[in-house]
Nanobody, 125 residues
């Protein structure tokens, strides 16, 4: 499956942008889809994930209560609604998918087989 991330850009602090991850080639059925983010010089960080079949969601503590990951079955999208943005949320956000994720590997980037290109989210004060 090929992934395409969209959204992002320059956003003011406390803003509420959303990101979308689209799949081409096949549907997300049976996949776990997650968002990761990375700041230059730092390791890639898990943000949020969703199991397509059960709609079970998982969040990093740093975004819990502010970000919401959801699926759009009609359009085969995984969306990340980001609220109450902070300066430290500035990063390149990427979506990733895999059919073989177990819960203990959900937050591990190397566990994912498919990656989309990153989209930059810059939070300004």
């Amino acid at each position: 499956v090929q992934l395409q991330a969209s959204g992002g850009g320059l956003v003011q602090a406390r803003g509420s942008p959303s990101l979308s991850c689209a799949a081409s080639g096949r549907t997300f059925s049976g996949y776990t889809v997650s968002w990761f983010r990375q700041i230059p010089g730092k390791e890639r960080e898990f943000v949020a994930g969703i199991k397509w079949s059960s709609s079970g969601t998982y969040y990093a503590d740093s975004v819990k209560g502010r970000f919401t990951i959801s699926r759009d079955s009609a359009n085969n999208l995984v969306n990340l609604q980001m609220n109450s943005l902070r300066l430290e949320d500035t990063a390149v956000y990427s979506c990733a998918a895999s059919r073989t994720i177990i819960l203990s590997s959900l937050r591990v980037p190397t566990a994912y087989a498919h990656w989309g290109q990153g989209t930059l989210v810059t939070v300004s004060s």
